[in-house]
């Protein structure tokens, strides 16, 4: 074997191992309590046996307002009620997507995970500052409060990292890149090329596919509201380089992991989805 090969094996071998991210190792601490809300599909959902163990990985969710209580109503999909309390928008596919998405993680890698997820409110103090990998589904119906933007634009520039996620055609698009760019409104949202080691950290994903959600099943179309054509963009530093924001745009990821226990959706998603993401956290606590 090369011994460019080998070299190659044996950087993704430290990349995946629990030595990773020791450099969190005593965040936990300092994190709020593990929290639970209603969500959109799931009133209540059966906690894991170890919930309460902590782990030096954890996945957060980005809570948020919904659009429509900026623009009265957006297609009147999880637009009621107080987002604080949980059932809106942010918390589609939650938490069941989340909890399979850790059992996929403890599989795949050696990264020392929880099992259950963190629900994250840029409005609690400092409290986003814990938690270094940030995702926010169904981007395209978020709209983030004047109070909340340069709270969210320190704590990338200080090394979090972010995904939008579940974003379909261009209006929805739209309102996510205005979200990003109220964030970062001198850096560009671009399309993330083939070679990028986000593509590469673990999983070689130079050939990707559109990612689409259950729902596909019963209607028989793989997209919504036009948007035929996956995206995987996002926003880097322009100075060090650093991918600091990821946006996938016409691509169900969440569907892909809370239904990949599913006989009946196609396993080919979630094996994409999955392995998109354990990329993305692996590069987001290595750049």
């Known amino acids: 074997m090369p011994v460019s090969d080998i070299l190659r094996l044996v950087r993704r071998a430290f990349l995946v191992t629990g030595g990773l991210i020791a450099s969190v190792t005593a965040l936990w601490s300092f994190q709020r309590e593990f929290r639970q809300y209603p ?74 995970s929880r099992s259950v997820e963190q629900p994250v409110n840029l409005e609690d103090g400092d409290d986003v500052f814990n938690w270094p990998f940030l995702y926010a589904g169904m981007a395209g119906r978020m709209w983030l409060t004047d109070e909340m933007v340069p709270k969210l634009r ?23 890149a205005e979200n990003a760019s109220r964030v970062f409104p001198k850096e560009q949202i671009s399309e993330i090329e083939d070679a990028d080691p986000v593509f590469h950290s673990v999983f070689d994903l130079d050939k990707r596919y559109q990612i689409s959600g259950q729902w596909s099943l019963r209607s028989g179309v793989p997209y919504l509201n036009g948007g035929v054509v996956p995206h995987w963009r996002g926003i880097s530093d322009d100075k060090t380089h650093r991918m600091k924001m990821a946006i996938w745009v016409n691509n169900d990821t969440g569907d892909s992991w809370e239904w990949a226990d599913d006989p009946e959706y196609p396993e080919r998603y979630s094996a994409l989805g999955i392995r998109i993401t354990i990329n993305h956290a692996i590069y987001a606590m290595t750049h």
């Open 39 to 112: 969500g959109m599909e799931y009133a209540s959902f059966e906690l894991p046996p170890d919930y309460k163990t902590p782990a030096e990985f954890v996945f957060a969710r980005l809570m948020y307002p919904t659009i429509s209580s900026r623009y009265g109503g957006f297609g009147g999909f999880g637009g009621r009620g107080d987002w604080r309390q949980g059932y809106t928008t942010w918390t589609n596919d939650y938490p069941r997507s989340d909890r399979h998405l850790m059992v996929a993680f403890r599989r795949l890698t050696r990264i020392d």
């Open 154 to 176: 320190e704590y990338l520039d200080r090394g979090g990292f972010l995904i939008f996620d579940d974003i379909w055609g261009d209006n929805e698009y739209e309102i996510a």
